[in-house]
């Protein structure tokens, strides 16, 4: 149990335009899910906590606006990069909050050329 | 500011030997804390997690990890390591009353056969 999915797993893209990835808790529901960047031989940062049916929290220092996460459900959160560019290129990792733990997916490469 | 850290970037070790990896982190209070795994191209796996109780934890594959309250640390350690415990180890920590989790910088463990 307790397992979540990301899609794509592996995205490239243009400058200048936008990505959706998805989240989805495969068998449990989640109020709280959180999205993180990885970049490449680093930690996980945090980038935003996904509460369902409300607004994300931002950490300082990340775009709401250009990182727009939407939580429609308790099995869905959606962070979709707008007008991405190639700094935006980073490994994506969401999270499902369950009791005390938190489930990863598996992670979305996003590639901007 | 409030961290986790990770005292080893990069450890290499013979199989057979014995391993341990530092984490401390500097939040007062109550939190709860976790080793997560990642392997070469795979998601984060959970090793283990400490709540409360025997600050002595097991884990999964033979790994556990022992709570100091008054040196703020949680160490990871196998007795005898294998070619396969190559990965990178992350120690995380979720603050207390929040409910994200943050994460130390990770330290990359390379096993020689």
């Known amino acids: 149990g307790a397992v979540v999915s990301q899609h794509p797993s592996r995205v490239i893209c243009k400058s200048g335009t936008s990505v959706k990835i998805e989240c989805r808790s495969l068998d449990f529901q989640a109020t709280t899910m959180f999205w993180y960047r990885q970049f490449p031989k680093q930690s996980l940062m945090l980038m935003a906590t996904?509460?369902?049916?409300?607004?994300?929290?931002?950490e300082q220092g990340v775009e709401k606006d250009k990182f727009l996460i939407n939580h429609a459900s308790l099995t869905l959160s959606t962070l979709t990069v707008t007008s991405a560019h190639p700094e935006d290129s980073s490994f994506y990792i969401c999270?499902?909050?369950?009791?005390?733990?938190?489930?990863f997916g598996p992670g979305t490469r996003l590639t901007v050329l | 500011a409030q961290s986790v850290s990770q005292h080893n970037h990069h450890v290499i070790l013979s199989e057979a030997a014995s391993l341990e990896l530092g984490c401390n982190y500097s939040?007062?209070?109550?939190?709860?804390l976790f080793w997560y795994v990642q392997y070469p191209g795979q998601h984060l796996q959970l090793l283990l997690k400490y709540f409360s109780g025997d600050p002595l934890v097991k884990g999964i594959k033979g790994f556990e990890a022992e709570f100091i309250k008054s040196k703020f640390s949680f160490n990871l350690r196998k007795p005898s390591v294998q070619w396969s415990d190559t990965a990178e180890y992350f120690c995380a920590v979720n603050p207390p009353l929040g409910n994200d989790m943050r994460f130390g910088a990770g330290t990359r463990l390379t096993v020689k056969p």
């Open positions: 996904s509460n369902e049916g409300s607004k994300a929290t931002y």
């Open positions: 939040y007062g209070g109550t939190v709860n």
């Open positions: 999270s499902a909050r369950r009791y005390n733990e938190q489930f």
